[in-house]
């Protein structure tokens, strides 16, 4: 400390500042073991990390004001110190320390690396009067501290960046001398003069979210959407994640990279939409929250660079490595890409560009690059630790890498600045200011040419990640050494001759991300999906109903979002599945129970219903007997015949067969639809018919007994009206007629000439024997075209029409 206070208030120059601070740094080790009373031997790093004790308290260092200060300007330091240790601690101050210049990323890297106190790469305080005195600091307890220093008492030098500490000096109990008890480090650019030379930086700002869409919809006109859940919602909620990106972006100079399956969710859910609840589906309840998102986006991106990935962003890598050689899949590729552009246009109304392929994390090989451009982009978004430069600086993002493809080279330290936890403040601070003195670094190469940089951060990130995010890049915008540039054009920029051009190959993709592709399962699931919805729209009179939702559920299978997530990706092309095989279920054959054939020849119903919204045609419905000499079906006898079918949504048509019965029997005959490719729809209908046919000889007996019932007619019509005569003679002749009759023995029931054994006692007839006339009425058969009708099987003793 008192070096320090010696060094304050002398007037100096850059040079004597910088020889000043190396003196600092050269007798820091000796002047500290005399303080100490500990051997200069001490003062080796591991030695000093260990005897210091500068475990013992935490600093966290929360602000930072401004990031990169300027000549004249006051610098703002607050943050808290902890007492992670068991003894209280006593006479405690707190001080700031510069470290020299840090020369070149690399230093930057080890700087920010180290945790214990090292006077070498430390320094000393800066002075007394910049010190804060604290009270007595007990084991647990925590105090805020802030410092406002005048820039020129930091005494920087050279141009360049430095490293900023905050170190707590104190005497645990028991404990005779001071020790530096806790560091926090930041890092300070220090550039007040603006550069000729200054670094070209793209950043880009990404709006990717998780699958949230599934592939059901709503059998009404507009085809209601069905999402998973409504967490979606939270996430477009202004505090949510992806509310925050679009509000912090606006005012930024960004690239916009968009997956444009979110698009379509989020104004799918402006108008109505449903959530699955269970086994159930609830109205969606955040309309007004979906449509205040969309238009902040729209004045957001209005006269920005937008980038749409293929549509559901998919995972690149795991279609390369497991899924190319499974048929169809690249295609789904290409179809993914084509619904970007338009999805885009249609919710934004802004051309984006679609020529970009972002694999995930920017890793590349040959089959990757191979894959990415198979579907029309010519521009692979990569990063710097897959095409590793070998130069004493860092090269420009563009770069040829064959066959008309350009390499965007991501730089690794920018892009990573941001993944780690940046809910802490102190966390966030110094990402931000670590990534605004990488680029000054970078910015301070010694190289002659004019370079443009690329910073590719994570897909997702965080709220907190996001905020930092945005501000490095508002703390970088006003500072002299960089300027702004979207991707279409860093993406032009001429490359540099000696930066890396050569893919690495497949076996040197990293480990980590090869455990977390797709599986080859994944994309056969898809393949047969696909295979299932072309058979089925096939047969559809509106096929844009079904082949657009199915379509895109089959593309969100391929999503990088799956990542890290095996089981949720084979849950969803489960559902996938299991919503397209529900719907083809909707056109079937209703079951039949047995049927029974009376006669030599008879038409056979079978009836095809069609429960969906739409029209089917394009099918054939086939039927076949399994014993054609027993009974056969169709005009020419054979034992299968077919016929085509169309349906209107919400009917069913019976079909008639004609079938000629040869033998008496059970015959077994099956019913199945098959699509014109002569492809089996559905599943087959199986019943049994009974034939009962009726032979020449029992036609001639009941012909008989038919004319002998009319003969028996006749005669009974006969008699009664000669009784009738004889009755009417009777009565007119009187009573000498009536004595007559009496006196003759012979009279009685034979006396009319009649039978008496078709007499009843009263003299009336009575009938030789009741015969039913055989049945030949027919149930009415069912109109070719019908409304709804049910699908349970039809009932027994079924009856076919002769």
Same mark, same amino acid.
Do not use: C
């Given at each position: 400390?008192? $070096?320090?206070?010696?060094?304050?208030?002398?007037?100096?120059?850059?040079?004597?500042?910088?020889?000043?601070?190396?003196?600092?740094?050269?007798?820091?080790?000796?002047?500290?073991?005399?303080?100490?009373?500990?051997?200069?031997?001490?003062?080796?790093?591991?030695?000093? $990390?260990?005897?210091?004790?500068?475990?013992?308290?935490?600093?966290?260092?929360? /602000?930072?004001?401004?990031?990169?200060?300027?000549?004249?300007?006051?610098?703002?330091?607050?943050?808290?110190? /902890?007492?992670?240790?068991?003894?209280?601690?006593?006479?405690?101050?707190?001080?700031?320390?510069?470290?020299?210049?840090?020369?070149?990323?690399?230093?930057?890297?080890?700087?920010?690396?180290?945790?214990?106190?090292?006077?070498?790469?430390?320094?000393?305080?800066?002075?007394?009067?910049? /010190?804060?005195?604290?009270?007595?600091?007990l084991p647990g307890i925590s105090r805020d501290f802030s410092f406002t220093v005048p820039v020129d008492d930091l005494e920087l030098g050279e141009n360049g960046v430095y490293q900023l500490g905050v170190g707590l000096t104190g005497q645990p109990s028991g404990s005779q001398f001071d020790q530096v008890l806790g560091m926090g480090r930041t890092f300070l650019p220090w550039q007040p003069e603006e550069l000729e030379k200054k670094t070209r930086i793209t950043y880009l700002w990404p709006l990717i979210s998780s699958t949230h869409v599934t592939s059901e919809t709503g059998s009404d006109e507009e085809q209601t959407p069905v999402l998973e859940d409504e967490t979606l919602a939270a996430e477009l909620a202004p505090e949510g994640r992806l509310g925050?990106?679009?509000?912090?972006?606006?005012d930024l100079p960004v690239t916009w990279v968009m997956d444009p399956d979110l698009l379509a969710t989020v104004d799918a859910m402006t108008e109505k939409y449903q959530v699955k609840d269970g086994d159930r589906t609830v109205p969606g309840r955040n309309q007004d929250v979906a449509k205040e998102w969309l238009s902040a986006l729209e004045t957001a991106v209005r006269g920005d660079t937008v980038v749409a990935l293929p549509f559901a962003d998919p995972d690149l890598a795991s279609l390369a490595h497991r899924g190319k050689d499974v048929s169809g899949s690249l295609s789904r590729l290409q179809q993914a890409t084509e619904a970007a552009e338009s999805t885009v246009e249609t919710v934004l109304h802004e051309k984006p560009y679609t020529d970009f392929?972002?694999?995930?994390?920017?890793?590349?090989?040959?089959?990757?690059?191979?894959?990415?451009?198979?579907?029309?982009?010519? $521009?692979?978004? /990569?990063?710097?630790?897959?095409?590793?430069?070998?130069?004493?600086?860092?090269?420009?993002?563009?770069?040829?890498?064959?066959?008309?493809?350009?390499?965007?080279?991501?730089?690794?330290?920018?892009?990573?600045?941001?993944?780690?936890?940046?809910?802490?403040?102190?966390?966030?601070?110094?990402?931000?200011?670590?990534?605004?003195?990488?680029?000054?670094?970078?910015?301070?190469?010694?190289?002659?040419?004019?370079?443009?940089?690329?910073?590719?951060?994570?897909?997702?990130?965080?709220?907190?990640?996001?905020?930092?995010?945005?501000?490095?890049?508002?703390?970088?915008?006003?500072?002299?050494?960089?300027?702004?540039?979207?991707?279409?054009?860093?993406?032009?920029?001429?490359?540099?001759?000696?930066?890396?051009? +050569?893919?690495?190959?497949?076996?040197?993709?990293?480990?980590?991300?090869?455990?977390?592709?797709?599986?080859?399962?994944?994309?056969?699931?898809?393949? +047969?999906?696909?295979?299932?919805?072309?058979?089925?729209?096939?047969?559809?009179?509106?096929?844009?109903?079904?082949?657009?939702?199915?379509?895109?559920?089959?593309?969100?299978?391929?999503?990088?979002?799956?990542?890290?997530?095996?089981?949720?990706?084979?849950?969803?092309?489960?559902?996938?599945?299991?919503?397209?095989?529900?719907?083809?279920?909707?056109?079937?054959?209703?079951?039949?129970?047995?049927?029974?054939?009376?006669?030599?020849?008879?038409?056979?119903?079978?009836?095809?219903?069609?429960?969906?919204?739409?029209?089917?045609?394009?099918?054939?419905?086939?039927?076949?007997?399994?014993?054609?000499?027993?009974?056969?079906?169709?005009?020419?006898?054979?034992?299968?015949?077919?016929?085509?079918?169309?349906?209107?949504?919400?009917?069913?048509?019976?079909? +008639?067969?004609?079938?000629?019965?040869?033998?008496?029997?059970?015959?077994?005959?099956?019913?199945?639809?098959?699509?014109?490719?002569?492809?089996?729809?559905?599943?087959?209908?199986?019943?049994?018919?009974?034939?009962?046919?009726?032979?020449?000889?029992?036609?001639?007996?009941?012909?008989?007994?038919?004319?002998?019932?009319?003969?028996?007619?006749?005669?009974?019509?006969?008699?009664?009206?000669?009784?009738?005569?004889?009755?009417?003679?009777?009565?007119?002749?009187?009573?000498?007629?009536?004595?007559?009759?009496?006196?003759?023995?012979?009279?009685?029931?034979?006396?009319?000439?009649?039978?008496?054994?078709?007499?009843?006692?009263?003299?009336?007839?009575?009938?030789?024997?009741?015969?039913?006339?055989?049945?030949?009425?027919?149930?009415?058969?069912?109109?070719?075209?019908?409304?709804?009708?049910?699908? $349970?099987?039809?009932?027994?003793?079924?009856?076919?029409?002769?």
């Amino acid at each position: 400390m008192a $070096k320090a206070a010696f060094f304050q208030g002398t007037p100096s120059s850059p040079a004597r500042r910088w020889l000043r601070r190396t003196a600092s740094a050269a007798v820091g080790v000796p002047l500290l073991a005399g303080l100490l009373g500990i051997p200069a031997a001490s003062a080796a790093p591991g030695a000093e $990390k260990e005897r210091s004790g500068s475990r013992t308290v935490d600093v966290a260092l929360d /602000t930072v004001s401004p990031a990169a200060p300027g000549e004249g300007d006051t610098l703002t330091v607050s943050g808290t110190v /902890t007492n992670r240790g068991k003894r209280a601690i006593g006479s405690a101050e707190i001080d700031l320390y510069v470290s020299p210049r840090l020369v070149g990323r690399t230093a930057i890297d080890s700087a920010g690396e180290r945790t214990g106190y090292n006077p070498a790469a430390d320094g000393s305080p800066i002075g007394d009067k910049h /010190t804060e005195k604290l009270p007595k600091l007990l084991p647990g307890i925590s105090r805020d501290f802030s410092f406002t220093v005048p820039v020129d008492d930091l005494e920087l030098g050279e141009n360049g960046v430095y490293q900023l500490g905050v170190g707590l000096t104190g005497q645990p109990s028991g404990s005779q001398f001071d020790q530096v008890l806790g560091m926090g480090r930041t890092f300070l650019p220090w550039q007040p003069e603006e550069l000729e030379k200054k670094t070209r930086i793209t950043y880009l700002w990404p709006l990717i979210s998780s699958t949230h869409v599934t592939s059901e919809t709503g059998s009404d006109e507009e085809q209601t959407p069905v999402l998973e859940d409504e967490t979606l919602a939270a996430e477009l909620a202004p505090e949510g994640r992806l509310g925050q990106l679009v509000s912090l972006g606006r005012d930024l100079p960004v690239t916009w990279v968009m997956d444009p399956d979110l698009l379509a969710t989020v104004d799918a859910m402006t108008e109505k939409y449903q959530v699955k609840d269970g086994d159930r589906t609830v109205p969606g309840r955040n309309q007004d929250v979906a449509k205040e998102w969309l238009s902040a986006l729209e004045t957001a991106v209005r006269g920005d660079t937008v980038v749409a990935l293929p549509f559901a962003d998919p995972d690149l890598a795991s279609l390369a490595h497991r899924g190319k050689d499974v048929s169809g899949s690249l295609s789904r590729l290409q179809q993914a890409t084509e619904a970007a552009e338009s999805t885009v246009e249609t919710v934004l109304h802004e051309k984006p560009y679609t020529d970009f392929a972002w694999p995930v994390d920017g890793a590349i090989d040959s089959s990757i690059v191979d894959v990415a451009t198979s579907a029309g982009a010519d $521009k692979v978004i /990569t990063r710097g630790d897959s095409l590793r430069d070998n130069l004493g600086y860092t090269a420009s993002a563009a770069r040829p890498i064959g066959g008309g493809t350009t390499a965007v080279v991501s730089d690794s330290r920018l892009s990573k600045a941001f993944q780690g936890n940046m809910v802490d403040s102190s966390s966030s601070t110094r990402a931000v200011q670590e990534f605004i003195a990488q680029t000054l670094a970078l910015t301070l190469q010694d190289t002659d040419q004019l370079r443009s940089i690329v910073v590719a951060p994570q897909r997702m990130p965080t709220v907190s990640q996001a905020q930092s995010m945005a501000r490095a890049l508002e703390a970088l915008e006003p500072q002299s050494w960089t300027q702004p540039m979207d991707l279409v054009t860093a993406a032009a920029v001429k490359p540099d001759p000696n930066a890396t051009t +050569k893919v690495p190959p497949a076996s040197r993709y990293p480990e980590r991300l090869r455990k977390q592709e797709l599986p080859v399962r994944a994309f056969e699931d898809s393949q +047969k999906t696909q295979n299932d919805l072309d058979r089925f729209t096939e047969i559809l009179t509106q096929m844009d109903r079904v082949e657009t939702p199915f379509g895109r559920a089959i593309d969100r299978e391929m999503s990088t979002s799956w990542r890290g997530n095996p089981s949720g990706a084979q849950l969803y092309r489960v559902g996938v599945r299991n919503n397209l095989q529900t719907l083809t279920e909707e056109v079937q054959l209703i079951q039949k129970s047995q049927i029974t054939l009376s006669g030599r020849s008879a038409t056979i119903p079978v009836t095809v219903q069609n429960r969906l919204v739409q029209g089917v045609d394009r099918l054939v419905l086939r039927l076949s007997s399994d014993n054609g000499a027993r009974l056969s079906v169709g005009g020419d006898g054979e034992g299968t015949a077919e016929q085509p079918i169309s349906v209107k949504g919400g009917h069913s048509q019976s079909v +008639k067969f004609n079938a000629l019965a040869h033998v008496n029997g059970q015959v077994q005959m099956t019913a199945q639809l098959y699509t014109e490719d002569n492809e089996p729809y559905g599943e087959k209908m199986q019943f049994t018919v009974k034939v009962s046919e009726i032979t020449p000889t029992v036609m001639l007996v009941l012909a008989g007994g038919v004319l002998l019932l009319v003969l028996a007619g006749i005669r009974m019509y006969t008699q009664r009206k000669r009784a009738a005569a004889r009755e009417a003679a009777a009565r007119a002749g009187g009573q000498d007629g009536a004595v007559a009759d009496a006196g003759n023995p012979g009279a009685g029931p034979e006396a009319g000439g009649g039978d008496g054994e078709n007499t009843s006692p009263d003299g009336a007839e009575r009938p030789e024997g009741d015969i039913e006339s055989p049945d030949h009425g027919q149930p009415s058969d069912p109109t070719p075209d019908t409304g709804p009708e049910s699908g $349970k099987p039809s009932g027994p003793g079924e009856k076919v029409d002769r």
